[in-house]
């Protein structure tokens, strides 16, 4: 049985509903990211599990229990809402312990707790120190130690980077992956950055409108993508989604009418699955799925380059098909200029086919 086990979960808001019949286990030990734009229902999802809204409908169970009918603190969780200021007066071994002191442990119980925090943060040099003298970075994880220091069945954590500056928020990430792989807890953590998902998450839950579209890896949920929408939300550069019709009936591959040419598309032994000629889909490529050719041909599509962005060792191009933006990542230096005639042929396997209704049909 999961730690966190969501049935049916449901929160409506007068006519409104913000969160839609979820089902959902995390496991012990598993980091769960939720994810999705603003207004999915993330937030009121967590909140829930918390106890800080009511469920209008479904059962919330952790380690065994259903804990609907529960306040906050009958629940044996940690929230961590952000990150917050510490005692200024207090050192951080002090401001780690302050938690531990409602909960009635001798002192060397409380000791033992603040070094094992401190090792897995790194804090074990700055144990003596004061707040004030503490890089930004160190004050960071002392907030996190504070938060986590309990010993509860599972963590949840809404937003728990999106104060912090870009470089901080890169090292945090890496520092909090440690931290809760380290902790063992099943925990949950709200997040609208898809590379905090991305990296902290042993898996992703990806929300749209109050539904669960996805649960899966990060690497399952990139590389397969159960519909357009998970599709689309995930990966930078966007992926391309073009619209087409199937043009033959071939196995091994597909022939598709899009952006006025007609493409070979290379799709292994799955084409049976594909809707019948004349029928539209849209086929999915990523910018970096693309390899540079010098002719045109069937297998390839054909454009002039558009707008040329530059991303460090890569260049992003804008090739323009009609009225299509097609988007292809290339490494830098290829000598490439606005207005040059290009040629890209997809690589093989990195073609995704999705019906009408956005499910993914191949591969
Ligand atoms: P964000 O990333 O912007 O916080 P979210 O995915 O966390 O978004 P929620 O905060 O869970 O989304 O909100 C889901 C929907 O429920 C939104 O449309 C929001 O306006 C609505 N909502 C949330 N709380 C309440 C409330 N107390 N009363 C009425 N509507 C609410």
Redesign the pocket.
């Known amino acids: 049985m999961a730690e966190i086990e969501l049935r049916g979960l449901t929160k409506r ?1 007068g006519k ?1 509903i ?1 969160v839609n019949a979820v089902d959902l286990d995390v496991e012990a030990g598993e980091v769960m990211c939720l994810l ?1 734009p ?8 967590l909140r829930m599990i918390a106890g800080l809204e009511w469920a209008s409908a479904g059962d919330i169970t952790i380690a065994g229990k259903r804990v609907n009918d529960l306040r906050p603190a009958q629940r044996d969780i940690a929230m961590v809402f952000q990150f917050y200021a510490l005692y200024p007066s207090l050192t951080v071994a002090e401001n780690l312990a302050f938690p531990l002191h409602v909960e009635k442990q001798t002192r060397e119980q409380i000791a033992a707790r603040v070094r094992r925090i401190a090792k897995l943060l790194e804090l074990e040099h700055v144990l003596d120190r004061l707040p004030g003298r503490l890089a930004e970075g160190e004050k960071q994880r002392v907030a996190v130690g504070r938060a986590v220091i309990r010993d509860p069945t599972c963590f949840l954590f809404d937003e728990p980077l999106s104060r912090l500056d870009i470089a901080l928020r890169q090292e945090m990430r890496g520092q909090i992956k440690t931290l809760l792989s380290g902790l063992k807890r099943a925990t949950v953590i ?1 997040t ?1 950055d898809q590379i905090e998902a991305l990296t902290i998450g042993n898996r992703i839950a990806v ?1 749209r409108d109050g539904l669960i579209e996805q649960v899966a890896t990060p690497h399952d949920i990139f590389a397969t993508p159960a519909n357009l929408f998970v599709a689309g939300f995930i990966g930078t550069p966007q992926m391309n989604l073009v619209e087409g019709t199937r043009a033959e009936n071939t196995d091994d591959r597909l022939a598709l009418s899009a952006l006025g040419q007609r493409v070979i598309l290379p799709i292994d032994g799955t084409a049976r699955t594909l809707p019948p000629v004349g029928e539209p889909l849209t086929i999915g490529i990523r910018p970096r799925a693309f390899e540079p050719v010098n002719e045109t041909g069937p297998d390839r599509f054909s454009g002039n380059i558009d707008v040329i962005e530059p991303l460090g060792a890569e260049t992003l191009l804008h090739i323009s098909l009609g009225d299509h933006d097609l988007r292809v990542v290339l490494p830098r230096g290829a000598g490439l200029r606005p207005g040059d005639r290009l040629h890209v042929r997809p690589l093989d396997g990195q073609v995704l086919v999705f019906a009408a209704d956005g499910r993914r049909l191949a591969p």
């Open positions: 808001f409104m913000a999705g603003s207004g999915c229902g993330k937030t009121t999802t709200v609208h929300m």
